[in-house]
């Protein structure tokens, strides 16, 4: 991945923070549910704490291939990996916070508190410099000209 491409994909990931997390369930369906990255370490390496009692983990127990998705005002990014359950108690110290408690509200010691890591091993983003706004004025001027309108950077990298 180039240094550009990191910085991009780390950039939305840490800027939009809420993710659309994608496993499959018991009855091979994709489901995907919203969560909260606590950090992105690009790596390829997102943390999310989770209650360990979650269908979401219950999933990734019998199948730990994930899509997270992030959405932005004119920023978007899939990351396509392997996610695992994670009980480190100085992980989850490190990474508490006050959003995180209104949650959890026992603490990072409760026993139901695990953190859910997902290992990318690619990412498509898209990234339209000026975001929404931006990407408006590119659909109108795409109806009056009769051209496709210019989404900004799109690529798909390994990480």
């Given amino acids: ?19 659309m997390i994608t496993s499959r369930g ?18 390829g390496t997102a943390w999310f704490f989770v209650s360990r009692t ?16 992030y959405a932005g005002s004119g920023s978007w990014l899939s990351l396509s990996g392997t996610a695992s359950v994670v009980d480190d108690r100085a992980r989850k110290n490190a990474l508490w916070n006050e959003f995180v408690a209104a949650w959890f509200p026992n603490g ?32 109108a001027k795409a109806r009056v000209t009769g051209n496709r309108p210019d989404p900004g950077d799109n690529d798909t990298v390994d990480l």
């Fill in 1 to 19: 991945m180039s240094d550009d491409d990191h910085r991009i994909v780390t950039e939305i990931a840490r800027k939009v923070r809420t993710a």
């Fill in 26 to 43: 018991a009855d091979g369906r994709l489901t995907s549910r919203p969560m909260t990255s606590q950090r992105m370490d690009f790596d």
């Fill in 54 to 69: 979650a269908d979401l983990v219950a999933d990734i127990a019998r199948d730990g291939q994930v899509n997270v998705g």
């Fill in 108 to 139: 990072p010691d409760d026993p139901d508190v695990v953190l859910l890591k997902v290992d990318a091993d690619s990412a498509e983003y898209w990234n339209t410099p000026g975001g929404k706004p931006r990407a408006l004025f590119e659909m």
